[in-house]
């Protein structure tokens, strides 16, 4: 059984809530070491870090590994087992891995925890997958096949590597900046790219300062944040 249903073709129930025994799952997974949640629920844990330096945008192809399993442990696909990698675009599969999948490099293999309302949903995936199910899939992106790209934001606001000329005057400039004012420009900046991509005001470059200027600030913030947590 191959997974990467096509979005549009999944019924609207699929966001219905996980199930009582994935939630707990989800729970028990929030408090584990390296594990990352996002807000969306997507939960992952990075596995290898590849060298790759762009992402795919939603419609890439990308040519994937992947298992998945329940949270029983029982595997109920794997193009591992298969020996058959296979090139699908993150639109084109189910939306935990579309959000995952444009945060991934080539080489990168991570381990996804997944809700249902981003996976399956309530009428899951007969046989195999019942109503409501939370899954757990290992992949990795084996190779990057299209042209349609973003690039890798590299830039370390502790240690300077892989930061550009401009982003280290940026990280300068935000020093004396207090966590409210970082805060308040990461969700300008975000809400003007989201609103940019309904109507078109901005040039890519532009966009692309943006997009770098965010993670620099997301940076600042949680290592502000961390910095001030009262020590137990």
């Given at each position: 059984?191959?997974?990467?249903?096509?979005?549009?073709?999944?019924?609207?129930?699929?966001?219905?809530?996980?199930?009582?025994?994935?939630?707990?799952?989800?729970?028990?997974?929030?408090?584990?070491?390296?594990?990352?949640?996002?807000?969306?629920?997507?939960?992952?844990?990075?596995?290898?870090?590849?060298?790759?330096?762009?992402?795919?945008?939603?419609?890439?192809?990308?040519?994937?590994?992947?298992?998945?399993?329940?949270?029983?442990?029982?595997?109920?696909?794997?193009?591992?087992?298969?020996?058959?990698?296979?090139?699908?675009?993150?639109?084109?599969?189910?939306?935990?891995?579309?959000?995952?999948?444009?945060?991934?490099?080539?080489?990168?293999?991570?381990?996804?925890?997944?809700?249902?309302?981003?996976?399956?949903?309530?009428?899951?995936?007969?046989?195999?997958?019942?109503?409501?199910?939370?899954?757990?899939?290992?992949?990795?992106?084996?190779?990057?096949?299209?042209?349609?790209?973003?690039?890798?934001?590299?830039?370390?606001?502790?240690?300077?590597?892989?930061?550009?000329?401009?982003?280290?005057?940026?990280?300068?400039?935000?020093?004396?900046?207090?966590?409210?004012?970082?805060?308040f420009e990461i969700g300008r900046l975000t809400e003007t790219m989201e609103k940019n991509k309904i109507k078109k005001r901005f040039s890519n470059d532009l966009l692309e300062w943006m997009r770098r200027r965010v993670h620099i600030l997301k940076q600042r913030v949680t290592y502000q944040e961390e910095e001030d947590e009262p020590e137990l």
């Amino acid at each position: 059984m191959r997974l990467f249903v096509l979005l549009f073709l999944l019924p609207s129930c699929l966001w219905a809530k996980t199930n009582d025994a994935g939630i707990e799952f989800l729970a028990g997974k929030r408090n584990e070491p390296d594990v990352v949640e996002r807000k969306s629920g997507l939960m992952y844990k990075v596995l290898r870090k590849g060298d790759g330096k762009v992402h795919p945008k939603p419609t890439t192809p990308c040519l994937c590994h992947y298992s998945g399993t329940l949270i029983d442990g029982t595997t109920f696909d794997s193009s591992y087992d298969r020996g058959d990698p296979i090139t699908f675009a993150p639109n084109q599969v189910i939306a935990g891995w579309t959000e995952a999948m444009q945060m991934m490099v080539e080489g990168d293999k991570w381990e996804l925890y997944i809700p249902s309302e981003l996976a399956y949903g309530d009428r899951g995936s007969p046989p195999k997958i019942g109503p409501g199910e939370a899954l757990i899939f290992q992949m990795e992106i084996l190779e990057i096949q299209g042209k349609d790209v973003v690039d890798k934001l590299t830039c370390d606001v502790e240690t300077l590597e892989g930061c550009s000329d401009r982003e280290k005057d940026f990280i300068e400039r935000i020093e004396t900046w207090n966590i409210q004012r970082k805060k308040f420009e990461i969700g300008r900046l975000t809400e003007t790219m989201e609103k940019n991509k309904i109507k078109k005001r901005f040039s890519n470059d532009l966009l692309e300062w943006m997009r770098r200027r965010v993670h620099i600030l997301k940076q600042r913030v949680t290592y502000q944040e961390e910095e001030d947590e009262p020590e137990l």
